[in-house]
Antibody, heavy 121, light 106 residues
Framework: EVQLVESGGGLVQPGRSLRLSCTAS????????MSWVRQAPGKGLEWVGF??????????EYAASVKGRFTISRDDSKSIAYLQMNSLKTEDTAVYYC????????????WGQGTMVTVSS | DIQMTQSPSSLSASVGDRVTITCRAS??????LNWYQQKPGKAPKLLIY???SLQSGVPSRFSGSGSGTDFTLTISSLQPEDFATYYC????????FGQGTRLEIK
C-alpha cells in the first residue's frame, strides 16, 4: 500500500525550531518529488515547498511565507522527507501534510494524515 | 504568483443534483489544473488532474473541464459522501490553491 506518515508535530514556542518527518512506503521514494502543504485551523490549503528527486537535481522551492526559515530535505536510503522549521511564528500554526508529486502532472496524488504544529507561548 | 479564485465559496445542494464549481486563474495555466476533495478532519484527496483526467479510483460522476484560465469541476449526481470542501490547484508554476468551495446538504 502506498502510504505517507508524518511525525514530529507538537507545541513549540515562537522563535523556536521543529523538524517534521515524512516516512514513505509502497513506492520507489527516490523517483518522486515530495512536497509539504499546510492548513491553518479553519482555513484553506497552503503550499509550503517541495524537493525534486535526485534525477532532477534534488533542488527545492518554497512559498514566500516560509522562504529562509523552512528547509526541506530528503534521505532516499530511508524513504524519508524532512521539513526543518526555524524561527517559528504563531501564524505557522497548522496541520502539515506531506504529499507526493505525481510524475508528469505535478499533482499532489498521495497525502499523509497530517501532523499538527502549534506555535504558542 | 498565479492567483486561483473559486466560485462559489459555498454551495447547498441535494442528493441527486448536478453541481458545478468553477476555478479561474489570474493568467493562463494551460491544463495544469488539479481538483481535490477534503472531508472534515481528513487529508485532501486528488480527484482530477490535468484539468480533465480522472484519478484512479474516483467515481465517474466527477468530471473536469477547461483550459487557459477557466476551469470547472462537475459532479453529475450528488451522493451523500460527496458533501465536502473542494479545492482547485494550479501546477503550472509554484503551486497554488483556490480558497475552497464548501458543498453542503440542502
Amino acid at each position: 500500500e502506498v502510504q505517507l506518515v508524518e511525525s514530529g508535530g507538537g507545541l513549540v514556542q515562537p522563535g523556536r525550531s521543529l523538524r517534521l518527518s515524512c516516512t514513505a512506503s509502497g513506492f520507489t521514494f527516490g523517483d518522486y518529488a515530495m512536497s509539504w502543504v499546510r492548513q491553518a485551523p479553519g482555513k484553506g490549503l497552503e503550499w509550503v515547498g517541495f524537493i525534486r528527486s535526485k534525477a532532477y537535481g534534488g533542488t527545492t522551492e518554497y512559498a514566500a511565507s516560509v522562504k529562509g526559515r523552512f528547509t526541506i530535505s530528503r534521505d532516499d536510503s530511508k524513504s524519508i522527507a524532512y521539513l526543518q522549521m526555524n524561527s517559528l511564528k504563531t501564524e505557522d500554526t497548522a496541520v502539515y501534510y506531506c504529499t507526493r508529486l505525481s510524475r508528469g502532472h505535478d499533482a499532489f496524488d498521495i497525502w499523509g494524515q497530517g501532523t499538527m504544529v502549534t506555535v504558542s507561548s | 504568483d498565479i492567483q486561483m479564485t473559486q466560485s462559489p465559496s459555498s454551495l447547498s445542494a441535494s442528493v441527486g443534483d448536478r453541481v458545478t464549481i468553477t476555478c479561474r486563474a489570474s493568467q493562463s495555466i494551460s491544463s495544469y489544473l488539479n481538483w481535490y476533495q477534503q472531508k472534515p478532519g481528513k487529508a485532501p484527496k486528488l480527484l482530477i488532474y490535468a484539468a480533465s483526467s480522472l484519478q484512479s479510483g474516483v467515481p465517474s460522476r466527477f468530471s473536469g473541464s477547461g483550459s487557459g484560465t477557466d476551469f470547472t469541476l462537475t459532479i453529475s449526481s450528488l451522493q451523500p459522501e460527496d458533501f465536502a470542501t473542494y479545492y482547485c490547484q494550479q501546477s503550472y508554476s509554484t503551486p497554488g490553491f483556490g480558497q475552497g468551495t464548501r458543498l453542503e446538504i440542502k
